[in-house]
């Protein structure tokens, strides 16, 4: 199972939007549509931001958004804040209780 | 609250073992399933084994199956992870993460702080 890709970096200043996208297959996204989306601190533990693909778990704040069209799944941070200067992972059910992590995006503020 | 302690990581030689623990604490191992998953540098997160709820289910990941077993204690709420068969490419920081089943499916909504497996 091949990581998803991700772009290695996007940076973008306070207040303004940036979109992350996680690209897969048919074997993975496009098949379960069954992503989620992690925060990574320095040093940290991931932190669980977005699941189901769109939904915010209890606690992130809903300038996170989570989309997705065919195998292509993305991640919207808008009104960034400094505080959201971290790295991002998105992850994709692949079936057989399999999952497939992406190959990481770090968001500079 | 749900905390997951992930311990027993160090430098072990090519070829060589090692167990894991995840202790948990805020909820029962009976209701969620647990999973293990490593990170490097270079590869980022890599999704390795998970246990099912009912502790019979178990599944990994096609780098690591054959070599490494995934197991639970109920009574003592710690999942482990064992490590045989150690190659370089398994060094990581390995974390235990909780799966969000029916509240946060197909999900970790809660992890261990990482242990680190080196491998030389």
């Known amino acids: 199972q091949s990581a998803l890709t991700q772009p290695a970096s996007v940076s973008g200043s306070a207040g303004q939007s940036i979109t992350i996208s996680c690209i897969g297959s048919s074997s993975d996204i496009g098949g379960y549509n069954f992503v989620s989306w992690y925060q990574q601190h320095p040093g940290k533990a991931p932190k669980l931001v977005i699941y189901d693909g769109t939904k915010r778990p209890s606690g992130t704040p809903n300038r996170f958004s989570g989309s997705r069209s065919g195998n292509t799944a993305s991640l919207t941070i808008s009104g960034l804040q400094a505080e959201d200067e971290a790295d991002y992972h998105c992850?994709?059910?692949?079936?057989?209780?399999?999952?497939?992590f992406g190959t990481g995006t770090k968001v500079t503020v | 609250q749900v905390q997951l302690v992930d311990s027993g990581g160090g430098v072990v030689q090519p070829g060589g073992s090692l167990t894991l623990s995840c202790s948990v604490s805020g909820f029962s191992l009976t209701s969620h399933a647990v999973h293990w998953v490593r990170q490097t540098p270079a590869k980022g997160l890599e999704w390795v084994a998970v246990i099912g709820y009912h502790g019979q289910k178990k599944f990994y990941a096609y780098s690591v199956s054959g070599r490494f077993t995934i197991s639970r204690d109920n009574s003592s709420d710690t999942v482990y992870l064992q490590l045989s068969n150690l190659r370089t490419e398994d060094t990581a920081v390995y974390y235990c993460?909780?799966?969000?089943?029916?509240?946060?499916?197909?999900?970790?909504?809660?992890w261990g702080q990482g242990t680190l497996v080196s491998v030389s």
């Open positions: 992850c994709a059910y692949a079936g057989a209780s399999t999952y497939v």
């Open positions: 993460a909780r799966d969000g089943d029916l509240a946060v499916p197909r999900s970790f909504d809660a």
